[in-house]
């Protein structure tokens, strides 16, 4: 389909699905191929577990032959006796990185302290675009434990959070789905942390809101969420889904193998009755691509 065009597609397949497109301007094309490139700094926590050996992996093949990323590898350790194998363990982690093509490669690593605190502390006096930790529910206690840290930075950290599945398997990140309920858009979007994250990957945005009252037509307010989405999200080409179904886990399911997400994006509230801190927790626990968080 050309772009600029916008269609509506009657309810005919199981998602009930009103659907809509468009494409960044010339203009826009132009201006992202001369604006000078950000260095994406990117805190990978490991504790060494299998948990968060795998997320570092992912990371790994997710940042390969990208010029403008730099990987953090973080630990943090009980007692001085802790530090050399922590270095070791470190430095051997950052080769393998360098061997799965990650071009620039660095790691911090500190005693003691609320591990949540050290990397929100971490993540804020260096500007990170983004953090990246994995997440598991039957594992072994001490994977538990850093499955449950991976939750609490969510709720506590005010920049964006990359959960990866144990199952998850790096191919691209070509799709990325977002989530939003389209309330208030414009205060409760983080879209500067979110481009920030898109601009590694120049992914096709996917954007999907879930409502039983969806049919044919859009009301006013979703128009104007989507305009104002549009324009939040005008350097890449965005897919507009509004999918008319009571149960959201089950659409957004369905909508993230129908369409071949690589990555979901949500937006944690404590105030919506479907996109609340609670729900983001659900779709972490069972996803089986990445998830991605990003505080209003």
Known sequence: MACGKSFYKKPENPLNLVYETSCPSSRNRRNRV?????????????DFSETSLN???????MLAGKPDA???????YETPDDRDVAISYQESLKKEFFQKGVIAVEYENEMGGDLIDNISRLAHTTRATLIVMGITGKSTVRQAMFGSNTLKLID???YPVMIIPPDAVYTDINNVA????????EATTPSVLINAVLEMFNPTLHIVNVDPAHYISLTEEYQDGKARLQKMFKDYKTEFYFIGMNDFFEAIDNFIKDYKI???ITIPKHHSSI???SHTKKLAYHSHIPILTAHE
């Open 34 to 46: 001369t604006k000078p490139t950000t260095m994406h700094r990117v805190i990978i926590p490991v």
């Open 55 to 61: 997320a570092a992996r992912y990371t790994a093949k």
């Open 70 to 76: 730099l990987a953090v590898l973080y630990h943090n």
């Open 156 to 158: 506590q950290n005010l």
């Open 178 to 185: 977002f989530a939003s309920d389209f309330k208030d858009v």
């Open 262 to 264: 690589d990555t979901l």
């Open 275 to 277: 996109f609340k801190s």
